[in-house]
């Protein structure tokens, strides 16, 4: 209903923008007025020269008018990104094009591109619009026939998100200014800012093995569908496993090496609510640091080689269903984790007892859950070590200022607001790059988010045209 409230009154604001629009054109009733009265008095005058007035009115304003019909047709705007996907406090490049693809020219084109506020230009500044938090990013240009224009831009990245750039509107008219023509297209772009992580060190907590031991000693099982590897042959291997193609690039027989078939997994089960009721609102900054948390736990377990998942009571925009991401360790696992931590919302879609109790059965039996809260409340306590009696392995990571209940057989670390990493956000000073490279992520920041991380500041912008 909100969103259907908000369409409404951005139509009428659009309504309203037209009817300035065409107030401000110079064409009215009048031209043709002044035309039949040009007419009357070269009959009676007898002078051409009245004639002639009159026929150039009356072949102007067809002409203007038509001019005006045309001149947004085939013109295409397009966006460019160096990368859709950064960390706060990074900047992105993006290149805007705008083609004229007729054989009518354009003598002037206005172009307004909405654009989140908390995307910032490095050079220059939005436009503030009615809308709150949206800027439009503005163009005035000329075009001719079959010409591009394209323009470099550099916005910096403030804050956590999921974004939307878009929509553009246009404005144009015909060569002698009489008509406007005035067009909103969709033409929308997705921009994700992932939360901030940091090393866990710089969080208080220990880069070995923080939720317990990470390896068993024994490989008792394997899973001979995951071959990870080859080796010589050994009298007790089985036969079914040798690699005969390796075998006879070698010289000797080659069996395969499979993947234990009971892996490691850890899942990241994050509360939104900073209250202990939902109703008594939230505490932004609180709630930013535990997805900070949250995301940082999780970047430091894909470095671990572990399968990763995730798992929270807070939803995206425009959804009532609770976010969940699967463990897995695909190459984009990380990935998928970070951007659904950048759209969650702090609104809860249950209390973070019920996710637990619900989720706990679809979850693998050997994964250690690790619940980072803002508060620790009674219900909370409970149902973290009745999972843990029932043989799952728990960990719990507390924002809250007090320190959090020592749970029997439960790991627990306490965060408060004065942790080294909070500290140093403080102060201004943030760099995605740390925490990568301890979670030993290099190849990730390389091939998933090309220049995500340590992005180079300070590129130019420009115009370059082409026919």
């Known amino acids: 209903m909100t969103r259907m409230k908000m369409k409404s009154a951005e139509n009428e604001v659009n309504e309203a923008q037209e009817r300035a629009d065409e107030r401000r054109a110079q064409f009215s009733p009048a031209w043709f007025q002044m035309a039949a009265l040009l007419i009357v008095v070269g009959l009676i005058a007898q002078q051409r020269a009245f004639f002639a007035l009159a026929a150039c009115i009356l072949t102007v304003v067809p002409v203007a008018w038509w001019w005006n019909r045309a001149s947004l047709r085939r013109v295409h705007y397009e966006r460019r990104f160096d990368r859709r996907r950064v960390f706060p406090g990074e900047t992105f490049e993006m290149t805007v094009r705008i083609t004229n693809r007729k054989l009518l020219p354009l003598s002037w084109l206005e172009v307004n591109d909405e654009v989140p506020m908390v995307m910032p230009l490095v050079r220059g500044a939005l436009v503030p619009t009615h809308i709150p938090q949206v800027g439009t990013l503005d163009n005035v240009l000329s075009l001719r026939w079959y010409e591009r224009v394209s323009r470099r831009y550099e916005l910096e990245c403030t804050a956590r998100g999921v974004y939307t750039l878009g929509p553009v509107h246009f404005k144009s008219g015909d060569f002698f200014a009489l008509f ?26 220990p880069s070995e093995e923080p939720f317990g031991a990470r390896r068993a000693r024994l490989r008792l099982l394997e899973d001979p569908l995951r071959t990870i590897g080859i080796r010589d042959y050994h009298p007790e291997d089985d036969l079914r496993y040798i690699h005969w193609k390796a075998t006879a690039h070698r010289g000797d027989l080659q069996v395969r090496v499979f993947e234990p078939a009971a892996t490691l997994d850890l899942v990241v089960l994050l509360n939104v609510s900073t209250f202990e009721h939902n109703w008594q609102g939230v505490i932004p900054e609180l709630f930013e640091r535990a997805i900070s948390v949250a995301g940082s736990i999780a970047t430091w377990a894909v470095g671990q080689k572990y399968r990763v998942g995730l798992a929270a009571n807070g939803c995206m925009h425009f959804s009532d269903q609770p976010i969940r991401v699967p463990p897995g360790r695909s190459p984009g696992q990380l990935a998928a984790i970070l951007e659904a931590l950048a759209g969650v919302t702090a609104f809860a879609t249950s209390s973070i007892q019920d996710l637990l109790r619900r989720e706990s059965p679809r979850l693998p039996w050997g994964a250690t859950l690790v619940v980072v809260t803002a508060i620790v ?8 070590l009745h999972l843990r009696e029932a043989g799952r392995r728990m960990a719990l990571v507390s924002l809250a200022e007090e320190p959090p209940p020592q749970l029997d057989g439960v790991i627990a670390y306490h965060l408060p607001s004065f942790a080294p990493a909070f500290r140093r956000l403080s102060r201004g000073s943030y760099d995605a790059t740390a925490a990568l490279l301890a979670a030993g992520l290099t190849s990730w920041t390389d091939a998933s988010t090309p220049g995500s991380a340590g992005a180079v500041r300070g590129g130019a912008s420009g115009e370059v045209r082409g026919g």
Do not use: F
């Open 180 to 205: 406007e023509a005035r067009e909103t297209r969709e033409n929308s772009d997705r921009m994700v800012v992932y939360p901030r992580i940091w090393p866990l060190e710089d969080l208080g907590l």
């Open 377 to 384: 409340t009674d219900e909370l306590a409970a149902a973290i």
